[in-house]
T-cell receptor
Framework: DTGVSQNPRHKITKRGQNVTFRCDPISEHNRLYWYRQTLGQGPEFLTYFQNEAQLEKSRLLSDRFSAERPKGSFSTLEIQRTEQGDSAMYLC????????????FGEGSRLTVL | GEDVEQSLFLSVREGDSSVINCTYTDSSSTYLYWYKQEPGAGLQLLTYIFSNMDMKQDQRLTVLLNKKDKHLSLRIADTQTGDSAIYFCAEGAFNKFYFGSGTKLNVKP
């Protein structure tokens, strides 16, 4: 197993365009999280899934953001009508319930909105 | 349970010990974590401690937890230049994980 995988690693887009990020968690990890990190800050919680169910969304997640995990494996995070304030690193993490302590992160997807 | 505080910077000389401190507010936290982040990369899990433990040692890393004061520390023995990075403290219960703003460790040769 190669760990949590995120694609693309970098995305540069113009304001108003839509972008989609993909996360492949560690196999058999049933919980998956999305975080956002801006420069000089720690990760901020956006949303998380237990299998295919989205159980919680942060107030940070505006209507322009949507996340899915259709088969309980990989997840996508879509941002519609991007704004410059969306520029950040988007991090995905996964954890196996039976070993509840070990939350593993991917390398992140960096978004730059021009 | 969302306030996790860390000092912003720490500078040490190669070979010395580094101690990075963290305070948290949620007494129901089950796990406390330390992550390392290098420039442009994701967060690497260094170690974590269950909330009913006082100490955990893993090679050069020692974690101390004072649950009464809600204080967590990470000691890195024999700090190397490769340890230069940002270190994040995090607290977690069953479903939620909250992170501090990170401590930038600078290791001088």
């Amino acid at each position: 197993d190669t760990g949590v995988s995120q694609n693309p690693r970098h995305k540069i887009t113009k304001r108003g365009q839509n972008v989609t990020f993909r996360c492949d968690p560690i196999s058999e990890h049933n919980r998956l999280y999305w975080y956002r990190q801006t420069l000089g800050q720690g990760p901020e919680f956006l949303t998380y899934f237990q299998n295919e169910a989205q159980l919680e969304k942060s107030r940070l997640l505006s209507d322009r953001f949507s996340a899915e995990r259709p088969k309980g494996s990989f997840s996508t995070l879509e941002i519609q009508r991007t704004e410059q304030g969306d520029s950040a690193m988007y991090l995905c993490a996964s954890i196996l319930d039976r070993v509840a302590g070990e939350l593993f992160f991917g390398e992140g997807s960096r978004l730059t909105v021009l | 349970g969302e306030d996790v505080e860390q000092s912003l910077f720490l500078s040490v000389r190669e070979g010395d010990s580094s101690v990075i401190n963290c305070t948290y507010t949620d007494s129901s936290s089950t796990y406390l974590y330390w992550y390392k982040q290098e420039p442009g990369a994701g967060l690497q899990l260094l170690t974590y401690i269950f909330s009913n433990m006082d100490m955990k040692q893993d090679q050069r890393l020692t974690v101390l937890l004072n649950k009464k004061d809600k204080h967590l520390s990470l000691r890195i023995a024999d700090t190397q230049t490769g340890d230069s990075a940002i270190y994040f403290c995090a607290e977690g219960a069953f479903n939620k994980f909250y992170f501090g703003s990170g401590t930038k460790l600078n290791v001088k040769p």
